[in-house]
């Protein structure tokens, strides 16, 4: 059960998203999210939700695969959706019920903001998606270079996320572990109120903690066993360049961000 | 009536998903009380995943489990007593200690099981006993103890809660040749002291020999072999084929045998081997 969690979940491929430079998919998917919130019809909708479409079908990830992430938050989708439809009382009312009453211009924004939210999410684990968490970590430490100056070391950031991410998989495999040890011994995790249920976690944690200690102790030993001395003077085995796919992604996106403004100010404002 | 009967068992990890793996495929398998049995087979034969089905903490994909006559996975609570009693110490307990002190470690089987102060009491000095933790380690806490101790104190933590049968995942994965030996020593003398059922999972061969009188041999999810040790460990050449080598002792006394040497078969351990080499040298050949 604990293993369904799909985090940052990499699928390899070697379609022109995935041959992005990681920098610049960071880049243009923060600049992306932006131009998403700033679609104020559903006409600058429709050619952001065009454009994603597209991007997903660019990158060969199945569409069920895409899908999948957002199961996860349909419940907030369901949440704003309904919220809109019964306390949006703009235009003219199409069903009523004593005090209750949906309108046109609930519904349309529901269907607005649900469209927008889907949008978001398929942009943004695209990213996820098509990026090796090692390429992904690597760009946001070279985009991070400039803290340098004011004393923040991003090769010490982007190591400690690289192992974060590396070590996920190992923990929940250990959570399961050691669930399965207390059980053994009579733990009960599933019945109970809830202060019950939180002491219950204590025999899980406690092990989980020492053990990621142990770990990490292990792993830092054997880093430096290897001189590991941090980022200085490290030289890499993948040096990173931008190539003709960065420049024209650069490119569709600032004409995808003109199309947007001109649709905007074209046409009347929904939102 | 059997101690354990495991009918039809199929078990399947990931079911419905792209990385399903079939774990047990339909086993059947009956202990008898008593003894200490011993189930091997190579890494990833199944043998941890079977021993889960035992005290119901993994759910059959089909086939039922019985504990003395009861279908364990019956209902929720049966499920959950039958954890009870059937013991189950699993590999490098030593990574799932948590409590304050070695003493509260070990209790925490008892407590659960909801006895009063007193019989936990009783039961923890038992189980301390049982591998040679001393009362005066009782008010340590467990992490700061020696890796060979810390396991002890997890095998009492399961030996407390007084199971009929006890099953032990590789007791002897990671320890050096002395600590091997006591922990092979310990279990002997558990056996003896508690009269219980024991149920030690391995893939050494030695340690199979050195305690067991009954072994099961696992491969691919299936029941290989049943039997004794001498029956089984006498066809090896099926378990060469499934990846398990019979001891090195016997190796070395098949070889000599093969050489023309007059030695005995069916030698499994050191000590055998020692009282066969010397009536050999004195001259009085196989007896
Ligand atoms: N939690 C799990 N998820 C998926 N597959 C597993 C899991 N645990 C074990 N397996 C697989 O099931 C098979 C049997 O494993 P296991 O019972 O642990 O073998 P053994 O204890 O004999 O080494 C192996 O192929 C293993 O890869
Ligand atoms: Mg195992």
Redesign the pocket.
């Known amino acids: 059960m604990i293993?369904d969690i799909t985090l940052g979940q990499y699928f390899p491929g070697n379609s022109p998203i995935h041959r992005l430079d990681p920098r610049s998919k960071l880049v243009l998917v923060f600049a992306l999210l932006i131009i998403i919130f700033l679609c104020q019809n559903f006409f600058s909708l429709a050619l952001i939700t065009v454009f994603s479409v597209v991007c997903v079908l660019l990158s060969r990830i199945p569409f069920k695969t895409m899908m999948k992430g957002l199961k996860t938050i349909v419940f907030v989708i369901l949440l704003t959706s309904i919220l809109q439809i019964f306390y949006n009382h703009e235009g003219t009312i199409l069903w009523q019920w004593h005090k209750i009453q949906i309108t046109t211009g609930g519904v349309s924004m529901a269907i607005f903001i649900t469209v927008r939210i889907i949008c978001l999410i398929f942009v943004s684990s695209l990213l996820t998606y098509t990026t090796s968490p090692t390429l992904l970590t690597d760009g946001i430490e070279r985009l991070l270079k400039p803290l340098k100056k004011i004393h923040i070391e991003p090769h010490t950031l982007a190591m400690m996320m690289t192992i974060a991410l590396r070590f996920i998989p190992t923990l929940i495999?250990e959570v399961?572990h050691i669930m399965a040890a207390q059980k053994a011994r009579g733990a009960d995790l599933e019945s109970g109120n809830l202060i019950k249920r939180a002491k219950a976690l204590i025999p899980i944690l406690i092990p989980l903690f020492v053990n990621s200690f142990r770990r990490a102790y292990d792993l830092a030993y054997a880093m430096e066993c290897r001189c590991y001395r941090g980022g200085d003077g490290r030289t890499r085995m993948r040096i990173m360049k931008l190539s003709g796919v960065d420049f024209a992604a650069y490119a569709v996106c600032a004409l995808l961000l003109a199309g947007v403004i001109v649709l905007n100010i074209c046409f009347e404002a929904v939102i | 009536m059997s101690l354990v009967e495991v009918k039809d068992l199929v078990y399947i990890?990931?079911e419905n998903t792209p990385?399903c793996?079939t774990?047990l495929d339909h086993v059947f398998l009956t202990l008898e009380k008593g003894g200490i049995k011993a189930i091997i087979?190579?890494?990833?034969?199944?043998?941890?995943?079977?021993i889960q089905h035992l005290n119901a903490l993994l759910t059959p994909n089909s086939g039922t489990v019985y504990f003395e006559g009861q279908n364990v996975n019956e209902s929720k609570e049966v499920s959950y007593q039958i954890r009870f009693r059937v013991g189950l110490c699993f590999q490098y307990p030593e990574y799932q200690l948590f409590e304050n002190t070695v003493y509260q470690d070990i209790a925490f089987g008892p407590k659960n099981m909801g006895l009063n102060e007193q019989q936990i009491d009783a039961a923890v000095q038992k189980a301390a006993s049982y591998v040679g933790i001393t009362p005066d380690l009782f008010q340590q806490s467990p992490f700061d103890l020696s890796g060979g101790q810390k396991r002890r104190i997890a095998m009492a933590g399961v030996m407390a809660m007084d199971p009929d049968l006890l099953i032990l995942?590789e007791p002897t994965a990671g320890l050096d040749p002395r600590g091997r030996n006591q922990i092979l020593s310990f279990i002997r003398d558990y056996k003896e002291r508690s009269g219980k059922t024991v149920l030690i999972?391995s893939?050494s061969m030695d340690d199979v020999a050195e305690c067991a009188d009954e072994v099961i041999v696992?491969n691919d999810?299936k029941i290989a072999m049943q039997g004794s040790v001498r029956e089984v460990f006498s066809r090896s050449e099926e378990l060469s084929k499934m990846g398990l080598t019979v001891p090195e002792t016997t190796r070395i006394i098949e070889r000599l045998r093969a050489e023309g040497y007059d030695l005995p078969a069916g030698i499994f351990t050191v000590e055998q081997a020692a009282q066969a080499i010397y009536h050999f040298l004195k001259g009085g050949g196989a007896d």
């Open positions: 293993k495999e399961d | 990890y990931g990385f793996k774990a087979g190579h890494t990833g034969s199944g043998k941890s995943t079977l995942d999972v893939h696992v999810g």
